[in-house]
């Protein structure tokens, strides 16, 4: 493969606390995410991975060994931005009005084009003041809840790939999950436990379902209107 360079010359940064339409990642930016691109002097997904080692002790024929265990990796917004606080509706009094609070983020490296990339997490305050006489900015770690969506390509040919926790269902016979990629939970009572959401929100109709990722009927669930429901809906 050939070497390539890319650079983020058009980035936007997004961000709301109302959930989002249920669309693919690599889809068009159809919800109005609160638009704090010319803030951002960095901005980038972050992934922590979790590894530990399981130890097998030494016996009287062999020496101690270790094998190497993966667990799922955490994932966080890492920015750095200018401060507004002289702005009653910017970055800064969002952060700090949000604090702890649920949001969605919309990344995208060359505008709405992709490469971009989507997910949930929990609202960190950032810092309010510093040195005197010099542009204020701030360092910021976001934790995602869940693995995010990234929509891999360009403008012309594209994949999204992930979605983990921020996944959605949507109603069909069969349904599908959204973003493209999403992990779906197993079953109705995983997807309750998650916090998965629905679409539409209102009761689905007669017929409708999802499958989780648990195979057969087991998996199969629907929502009600108020929760998630085993099986088809009636």
Avoid at 80 to 101: C, K, N, V, W
Avoid at 130 to 157: H, N, Y
Wanted: charged letters at 10%; one cysteine or more.
């Amino acid at each position: 493969m050939a070497r390539n360079v890319f650079k983020i010359e058009n980035g936007v940064f997004g961000i709301t606390s109302t959930q989002p339409s249920a669309v693919a990642v690599c889809s068009a930016v159809v919800t109005p995410y609160t638009d704090f691109s010319c803030q951002i002097i960095n901005g980038q997904l972050v992934a922590n991975p979790n590894v530990t080692d399981d130890t097998i002790p030494a016996t009287w024929c062999a020496p101690e060994a270790s094998t190497p265990v993966v667990g799922t990796t955490n994932y966080e917004l890492q920015m750095t931005f200018l401060q507004d606080p002289q702005i009653m509706a910017g970055l800064s009094r969002y952060l700090f009005e949000h604090d702890t609070e649920s949001a969605w983020f919309y990344i995208g490296l060359n505008g709405t084009n992709p490469p971009k990339a989507t997910g949930k997490l929990r609202v960190v305050a950032g810092a309010f003041g510093g040195e005197a006489r010099v542009t204020l900015q701030t360092d910021i770690t976001l934790p995602v809840d869940g693995k995010p969506a990234i929509c891999f390509g360009d403008a012309t040919s594209s994949i999204g790939i992930g979605g983990g926790a921020s996944s959605t269902g949507v109603a069909g016979t069969p349904g599908t999950w959204l973003p493209a990629g999403s992990t779906p939970p197993a079953t109705s009572a995983a997807a309750t436990t998650a916090g998965v959401t629905a679409s539409p929100t209102t009761a689905w109709t007669t017929g409708q379902y999802v499958q989780g990722s648990t195979a057969g009927a087991a998996g199969e669930m629907n929502w009600s209107g108020t929760a998630w429901a085993a099986g088809r809906h009636a």
